[in-house]
């Protein structure tokens, strides 16, 4: 949606990368691949797992609680919910080899403004702007809603089908009750969970951006009747709301002009991103835009998708919605039990909720390519943040003889023990071996040469300026490892 006409390749180089290095690559590959299904490999699984930890430390240092919650749930839940009534894609099928494809996509793909259409765009559409099946060539016979939802064969006896969640959102939902116990009948409550969500997407692509399977982080912040949070951040997002016209704005100059509408909504969209900026994502490829009346979900009054530009194109990476009573209004109709909260005066309310929704893989896509340039010769880095970083450092034996690989290993086995992270590597040239460091996003390689074995002293090479620096080798077994070490290196010489 809303493409930008600039490069076409940077996300065809980190795939590229990502399958070489072991980042991610097609799952089931082995029996010819199945689409919308990735796995990670070793690298990926770090990365990935170091941007939840980012995610996770923020969540809970703005007093965030998490819950963990199971990925099939039974049909009452998306009754209540509204999935089963209007969890729907419109797919248009080919009247020649029967391929299914989202409207929206085959209207994105040709330049088209697909809001002229909305939600009753049909054959006719396609074919008034002579959209062919781009399998085959053909003209689309007809369009028709697909459920999103994966339905379980249900064996157990219980009543009622069981489908895999979409989201995450409706178990904390339906926890509402325990987690308002919990935190002792109060308001607000920031309750998050990460987990993956199922959808069955009519042409997943484009390798983590359009998937089956994914992975999510879902917040959901039950507010009381008294304004529960004010932006304070005086840093300036791009800002696109319904008018069209972009703004640069602190999120509480966007409140004092009513850009955003409610206080709450701009605190959560300033944590957003400031999450995305600490994952290494570049604040030049950010911005906020706000949903049209028209492509709103059905739960939600306002959304703001926090998008981030991949290959030219503004993708989708966190929303930040106001579902408002929604949720809980229909779970307590469906369920019978009483879902309200009572104020200071002791009056029963029901909390509104803002909610916003990460969808990693999404992100951890983006980290990478933000991170990504290439020196001269071709030599690819990826400049993540250190914290990210699947590697903390790299000890490195300059050759594996004359004792300097046996020196290295003792220093890698006494370092590992303090940082985890750690890898050790000794396969290719000295030189080889900084680039591939450098490619997989390694902050620090630390090379054990024949100094070593006269005085104890290493070299230490920084990824981003490549320059290096000798320090004593017991200086990186200090508390904290090579990350507080680093705060004495000066690279600058």
């Known amino acids: 949606m809303f493409s930008l006409k600039t490069t076409k390749d940077e996300l065809d180089r980190i795939v590229e990368l990502a399958k070489r290095r072991g980042f991610f690559w097609p799952s089931f590959s082995l029996y010819g691949g199945v689409s919308g299904f990735y796995d990670y490999g070793p690298l990926g699984v770090?990365?990935?797992?170091?941007?939840?930890?980012?995610?996770?430390?923020k969540i809970l240092s703005i007093g965030g609680i998490f819950i963990d919650t199971p990925n099939i749930s039974p049909e009452e839940v998306?009754?209540?919910?509204?999935?089963?009534e209007r969890f729907y894609d419109l797919a248009a099928v080919c009247a020649s080899c029967g391929s299914k494809f989202k409207v929206e996509t085959l209207l994105q793909d040709n330049g088209i403004d697909?809001?002229?259409?909305?939600?009753?765009?049909?054959?006719?559409s396609l074919n008034e702007n002579n959209i062919r099946c781009p399998r085959c060539g053909s003209k689309f016979r007809e369009t028709t809603n697909l459920s999103l939802m994966f339905e379980l064969l249900n064996r157990s006896g219980d009543r009622g089908n069981l489908y895999l969640r979409p989201?995450?959102?409706?178990?904390?939902?339906?926890?509402f009750r325990n987690l308002l116990n919990f935190n002792r009948d109060k308001l607000p409550i920031i309750a998050a969970q990460l987990g993956k969500g199922f959808r069955n997407e009519i042409a997943?692509?484009?390798?983590?951006?359009?998937?089956?399977?994914?992975?999510m982080g879902e917040v959901e912040v039950y507010l009381s009747n008294d304004q529960d949070f004010q932006p304070e951040s005086k840093m300036k997002l791009k800002l696109l709301p319904r008018d069209g016209v972009t703004r640069f704005l602190s999120p509480a100059s966007a409140v004092q002009q009513k850009i955003i509408r409610d206080p709450n909504m701009a605190y959560f969209i300033e944590i957003v991103y400031q999450i995305l900026l600490d994952v290494g994502i570049s604040p030049e490829r950010i911005r906020f835009r706000q949903h049209r009346e028209d492509e709103l979900s059905h739960y939600s009054s306002d959304c703001w998708d926090a998008e981030v530009t991949i290959s030219g194109e503004w993708v989708e990476v966190v929303g930040v919605a106001d579902r408002g009573t929604y949720d809980l209004t229909r779970h307590q109709k469906y369920s019978g039990s009483d879902l309200t909260s009572k104020d200071r005066q002791g009056k029963k309310f029901t909390p509104r909720v803002i909610?916003?929704?990460?969808?990693?893989?999404?992100?951890?896509?983006?980290?990478?390519?933000?991170?990504y340039s290439e020196r001269e010769k071709g030599y690819k880095v990826l400049s993540l943040p250190k914290r990210v970083s699947p590697h903390s450092v790299a000890i490195l034996p300059l050759l594996r003889k004359d004792g300097l690989r046996e020196w290295a290993l003792n220093l890698y086995t006494k370092y590992k023990r303090l940082d985890p992270y750690a890898t050790f590597d000794e396969s290719g040239s000295i030189g080889r071996r900084y680039a591939r460091q450098d490619e997989i996003g390694t902050p620090y390689c630390v090379t054990v040469d024949y100094d070593t074995l006269n005085n104890g002293t290493v070299t230490v090479r920084d990824r981003d300026s490549t320059k290096q620096i000798r320090i004593k080798s017991e200086i990186l077994l200090r508390d904290g490892g090579i990350f507080t070490a680093s705060k004495?290196?000066?690279f600058t010489g």
């Not at 998306?78 to 089963?84: D, I, M, V």
């Open 46 to 57: 770090l990365l990935r797992d170091n941007i939840i930890r980012i995610w996770k430390e």
């Open 167 to 175: 989201e995450t959102a409706q178990g904390v939902f339906v926890n």
């Open 488 to 490: 004495e290196f000066d």
């Open 355 to 371: 909610e916003p929704s990460f969808g990693f893989d999404r992100i951890l896509l983006s980290s990478m390519i933000s991170s």
């Open 114 to 124: 697909e809001s002229r259409y909305g939600e009753f765009a049909t054959a006719e």
């Open 204 to 215: 997943p692509r484009q390798a983590l951006l359009r998937l089956r399977e994914f992975y």
């Open 78 to 84: 998306f009754q209540a919910s509204g999935h089963l």
